[in-house]
């Protein structure tokens, strides 16, 4: 058991990877990374897709500490002195082929047109990044989930995508939103596809010697 309690700091704007974290007991400050996520994409053209989903995870993590270690903010003063940092991200893998956030409806509409009855792989990069005693120690992995996607209708796919829903989310479906009724299932981890995994967050905590009860809120 640890004598302090552990500041936890989630680097995402993701409003759902904050809800997998505050229902598996967490209670974490939300400090969102300013980085330029196609840059790193477009830089990382030829390499594997757990490799540049984990580098934009790291590049985050990266972010976050830095305004953390070196801001003003009493908000995270305890995370300073004492804290884990956990940042994702989320892509699509589809015959050989990455997507992120569609952006815009003509994209995602294109893009569940390849979808549908289709199988794609989600997968999920981490960086949990240990702040103690001025130093930063950080471990990365990633997980994979298949996702089987409905062989829907376009009308479907038009409605679903008027709602604006898969706009801003990798691969431009949810599994806890409406996009869950357009998905046959998944195999392999739900909190990964939702876009953050608690078993992979848990063995990279695990890795710099933090217990998870230990974030546990009281």
């Known amino acids: 058991m640890t004598s302090e309690p552990i500041t936890?700091?989630?680097?995402?704007?993701?409003?759902?990877?904050?809800?997998?974290?505050?229902?598996?007991?967490?209670d974490p400050l939300v400090l969102v990374s300013d980085v330029d996520e196609e840059a790193i994409v477009d830089r990382l053209a030829d390499a594997a897709p757990e490799h540049v989903v984990t580098a934009l995870?790291?590049?985050?993590?990266?972010?976050v500490v830095e305004t953390i270690r070196g801001g003003d903010d009493p908000l995270f003063d305890a995370a300073r002195t004492d804290g884990v940092v956990l940042t994702c991200d989320s892509m699509l893998l589809l015959d050989g082929r990455l997507s992120g956030k569609p952006h815009s409806p003509e994209v995602a509409i294109e893009q569940w047109h390849r979808m549908?009855?289709?199988?794609?792989?989600?997968?999920?990069?981490?960086?949990?990044?240990?702040?103690?005693?001025?130093?930063?120690?950080?471990?990365?992995?990633?997980?994979?989930?298949?996702?089987?996607f409905s062989d829907v209708s376009d009308t479907l796919i038009e409605r679903y995508v008027a709602t604006g829903e898969p706009l801003k989310v990798a691969g431009?479906?949810?599994?806890?939103?409406?996009?869950?009724?357009?998905?046959?299932?998944?195999?392999?981890?739900?909190?990964?596809?939702?876009g953050i995994s608690l078993p992979l967050t848990r063995r990279l905590l695990t890795d710099l010697d933090v217990d998870i009860a230990d974030l546990w809120r009281a």
């Open 8 to 26: 936890v700091v989630l680097g995402s704007a993701s409003p759902a990877r904050l809800r997998v974290l505050r229902d598996a007991g967490l």
């Open 57 to 63: 995870a790291q590049a985050k993590a990266d972010a």
């Open 116 to 148: 549908r009855g289709s199988t794609g792989h989600l997968i999920t990069g981490h960086c949990v990044t240990r702040l103690h005693r001025g130093e930063a120690d950080a471990a990365t992995g990633h997980q994979s989930t298949s996702v089987r």
């Open 172 to 194: 431009a479906f949810t599994l806890d939103g409406l996009g869950g009724w357009l998905l046959d299932g998944i195999d392999g981890d739900p909190s990964s596809v939702i």
